[in-house]
Structures are given as structure tokens and as C-alpha cells.
């Protein structure tokens, strides 16, 4: 098992940048394919990024893709997400999530693992 612990979320201005962070214990972290979902109010959770094993493939939402930034430190059981040029739409609660057995996870279904949330509030 890994238990996965977010950090970094708050509330920022539009066009500002955040930096989430995703601690993970237990089961070597480099094991584990990696991604970010998102869940605002009333809406379903939904992807926003994935990043393989070894951090060499990289997968995003169109709604993000050229703004944010997925990457790991497997030296570090790290996950990380860069937000750049962040939009009120972005507002939402961001979830780290991992699995043992798929190469990439895009998808709520293919998620074993799921931390607790870090909320991301972006003002206009």
C-alpha cells in the first residue's frame, strides 16, 4: 500500500501560479504510476494529468495542457503539480492518486490510491 498526503494548495489571483506537492509513504513510490484529478463544486472529480513510473511520459487534460506541469522525485517519494497562468475555472480540489499495475492513470477507475485533497481557490 502508499498513503499519499497533498500540500501546496491556497488561494491565488487569476494568471498566478501554485505549486502542489504529493508526500508518499509505505510502498516504494517509484512503483506506483502516478496523476492528478480535480473535483470542483457540483462537478464530477475529473483528470488533469499523469505521469508514468520513471517520470518519462506525461499525459493532460486539454483544459490544462501548456499551463501545468505534472513531475516526480522518486529519490524524494514526490509528486508534484506546476500551475502556471491559473484561471477561476481551475478552482477546485486537487487529488494525488496512484496505481501499482497501470502504466499511466487517466482515469478515476485505474486509481488504487487517492489522498485526502488540497483545495485551490483562483480569484478573478
Same mark, same amino acid.
Given at each position: !500500500? ?5 500540500? =501546496? +494548495?491556497?488561494? #491565488? !489571483?487569476? +494568471? +498566478? *501560479? ?11 513510490? *517509484?512503483? %506506483? ?18 505521469? *508514468?513510473?520513471? =517520470?518519462?511520459?506525461?499525459? @493532460?487534460?486539454? *483544459?490544462?495542457? +501548456? ?12 509528486? %508534484? ?8 475555472? $481551475?478552482?477546485?480540489? @486537487? %487529488?494525488?492518486?496512484? $496505481?501499482? $499495475? %497501470?502504466?499511466? #492513470?487517466?482515469?478515476?477507475? $485505474?486509481?488504487? @490510491?487517492? =489522498? !485526502?485533497?488540497? !483545495? #485551490?481557490?483562483?480569484?478573478?
Amino acid at each position: !500500500q502508499v498513503q499519499l498526503v497533498e500540500s =501546496g +494548495g491556497g488561494l #491565488v !489571483q487569476a +494568471g +498566478g *501560479s501554485l505549486r502542489l506537492s504529493c508526500a508518499a509513504s509505505g510502498r516504494t513510490f *517509484s512503483t %506506483y504510476a502516478m496523476g492528478w484529478f480535480r473535483q470542483a463544486p457540483g462537478k464530477e472529480r475529473e483528470f488533469v494529468a499523469a505521469i *508514468s513510473r520513471s =517520470g518519462s511520459t506525461t499525459a @493532460y487534460a486539454d *483544459s490544462v495542457k +501548456g499551463r501545468f506541469t505534472i513531475s516526480r522525485d522518486n529519490a524524494k517519494n514526490t509528486l %508534484y503539480l506546476q500551475m502556471n497562468s491559473l484561471k477561476p475555472e $481551475d478552482t477546485a480540489a @486537487y %487529488y494525488c492518486a496512484a $496505481d501499482p $499495475d %497501470y502504466r499511466m #492513470v487517466v482515469t478515476e477507475q $485505474d486509481c488504487a @490510491y487517492w =489522498g !485526502q485533497g488540497t !483545495q #485551490v481557490t483562483v480569484s478573478s
